[in-house]
């Protein structure tokens, strides 16, 4: 009898602690009015979260992501790029997060050991190369090219920085 109600004591105690992948369940949330937070892996429910959130008086931008999904680091950066907010890492903003979301700062912070990795994006001049030498280059990698060139664009992003 006393296994079994320590069992379900144990049981009932774990099921209230809260979940270590929070987080994770819901990527980006807002602190206050002005303060958003993206945190976790970029995935395509990136793009939702974020527009589903009045970020109209957005200054500044809590990180915390290893990186993800190129299309969709980019769909976010679009979204807060006219806020030029203040981009605060709290741990680490490793790859899309860094290529993407950090040249949009109007100033980075860095929280106590917080770090960012960043290793480049897609290189349109090898990629141009290898075209014209008739190398088969994939069609996503294509795709993933031209995206990538009209978000340097239209952000006035020097392509060294994902080089």
């Keep these: 009898m006393r296994r ?7 049981a009932l105690w ?8 929070a987080e994770e369940q819901t990527p980006c949330k ?3 009015e002005s303060t958003l937070s993206l945190h976790a892996g970029i995935k395509k429910d990136f793009v939702n979260c974020v527009t589903a959130l009045d ?11 290893e990186g993800g999904d190129v299309a969709a680091a980019i769909a976010v950066g679009d979204i807060i790029a006219p806020y030029r907010p203040h981009m605060i890492i709290k741990e680490h903003c ?14 980075i912070t860095f929280s106590k050991d917080a770090h960012i990795l960043i290793h480049g994006g897609i290189d349109t001049g090898l990629i141009n190369i290898n075209i014209a030498r008739g ?4 069609q996503s990698t294509k795709d993933i ?8 664009n239209r952000h006035n992003i020097p392509r060294g920085w994902v080089m």
């Design 135 to 138: 190398k088969d280059v994939p």
């Design 94 to 107: 490793h790859s899309s997060c860094s290529n993407y979301w950090l040249p949009l700062a109007r100033k």
């Design 14 to 21: 774990v099921s209230n602690l809260p979940s270590a992948h």
């Design 4 to 10: 079994l109600f320590f069992g379900a004591a144990a």
């Design 55 to 65: 970020i109209s008086k957005l200054k500044t931008v809590i990180l915390n992501s």
């Design 30 to 32: 807002m602190i206050d």
């Design 145 to 152: 090219m031209k995206l990538q060139e009209g978000y340097l």
